[in-house]
C-alpha cells in the first residue's frame, strides 16, 4: 500500500474518533505526518467529499459522505436487518449493552449494537474499532476456539496494547494470556472483569457460520456493579442461545458469509 493511501486512510480514522473536528497541526502531530503533507492530503479528501472543513474554526472533521459510505454497506450486507432485531431482544432482557463483532481477517471489528440499560451507568463505546484481542471478551472467545500456539500468534500481530488504556485484569504477559484463554476455553465463553476498562465486566460467545468457522462475536458489556458473577452465570444460556440464533441468520448475510470465508484463511 502506498505512503499516500496509509496516511489518507490514518486521517479518516483519526476524524472518525474526532466528531468534533481536528485542527491541522493537532492531526499532523497526532499522525506524525508533515505539515505540509497534511495539508495536501486533507485537501484532496475535502475535494473528493470525504473530509469537510468548518468555515468558521478552520477545523477538519468527517463528512457525512464517509458515513454514508459504512452504513449504505451494512445496510446492503442485512446485518441491521438480520442482525439488529436479535440483539435488540437480547438487550431488553438483559438490560446492559449487547454488541456484534465480525472477524476481518486476523482481526475483529464491532459493527452492530443495542443499548438495553435505561438507568444509572450507560456503558457506550464507539462503533467500527477494531477489538483489542487479548483485553476484551470477544477477544478470549475468539482465541478459545484456536490452538494455544495460534492463538498467539493472531495476538503477536496486534500487540497487547498500551497498558494505561485497560483495565487492571487486563492480560500484560503471554503467561496470563494463556491462563485467561484456557480459562474461557473451559468455561465455554468468556468473561471479564476490570479487563477492557476499569469497572466493567462483559461476556462474549461465538457465532459460526454454515462451515463451522468462527464468523463473529456477539457480546454483553456493563458496569461490574450490575453485572456481577452471579449475574454473569444467569445471562450465559440467552447469550448462547442468542449465538446459536445469528448462526443461522449468518446463513442468509453477506457480511456473516465474507467473514467466514475471511475465517477459514486463520486458525478457528
Not at 97 to 124: I, M, N, P, T
Not at 175 to 204: C, E, N
Amino acid at each position: 500500500m502506498s505512503n499516500v493511501v496509509q496516511r489518507s486512510f490514518a486521517l479518516l480514522e483519526e476524524l472518525a474518533s474526532c466528531p468534533e473536528g481536528r485542527s491541522l497541526s493537532e492531526l499532523s502531530s497526532a499522525l506524525d505526518i508533515p505539515l505540509s503533507a497534511t495539508h495536501r492530503l486533507l485537501t484532496e479528501l475535502v475535494e473528493c467529499g470525504y473530509v469537510r472543513r468548518d468555515e468558521r474554526h478552520g477545523d477538519f472533521m468527517l463528512a457525512m459522505k464517509a458515513v454514508a459510505l459504512g452504513l449504505r454497506y451494512l445496510s446492503s450486507s442485512g446485518v441491521s436487518d438480520i442482525a439488529q432485531p436479535i440483539l435488540d431482544r437480547l438487550a431488553r432482557h438483559c438490560n446492559e449493552l449487547v454488541r456484534l463483532a465480525l472477524v476481518e481477517g486476523d482481526s475483529l471489528v464491532f459493527v452492530a449494537k443495542s443499548q438495553g440499560a435505561v438507568h444509572g451507568l450507560r456503558y457506550d463505546p464507539e462503533m467500527g474499532q477494531h477489538v483489542w484481542l487479548a483485553s476484551s471478551a470477544a477477544g478470549l472467545a475468539w482465541l478459545s476456539t484456536m490452538s494455544d500456539e495460534e492463538a498467539l500468534q493472531v495476538v503477536a500481530k496486534q500487540g497487547f496494547g498500551d497498558a494505561k488504556s485497560f483495565g487492571p485484569a487486563a492480560p500484560r504477559s503471554i503467561k496470563s494470556l494463556l491462563a485467561q484463554i484456557r480459562a474461557t476455553r473451559k468455561r465455554g465463553h468468556a468473561v471479564t472483569a476490570d479487563v477492557f476498562a476499569p469497572g466493567m465486566s462483559s461476556m462474549a460467545t461465538v457465532v459460526r457460520g454454515a462451515n463451522g468457522q468462527v464468523v463473529g462475536l456477539v457480546i454483553i458489556a456493563g458496569p461490574s456493579s450490575r453485572l456481577a458473577e452471579e449475574r454473569l452465570d444467569a445471562l450465559a444460556p440467552v447469550l448462547k442461545a442468542t449465538a446459536d440464533e445469528l448462526s443461522h441468520a449468518s446463513l442468509i448475510s453477506p457480511m456473516f458469509k465474507a467473514g467466514a470465508r475471511q475465517a477459514g484463511e486463520v486458525p478457528a
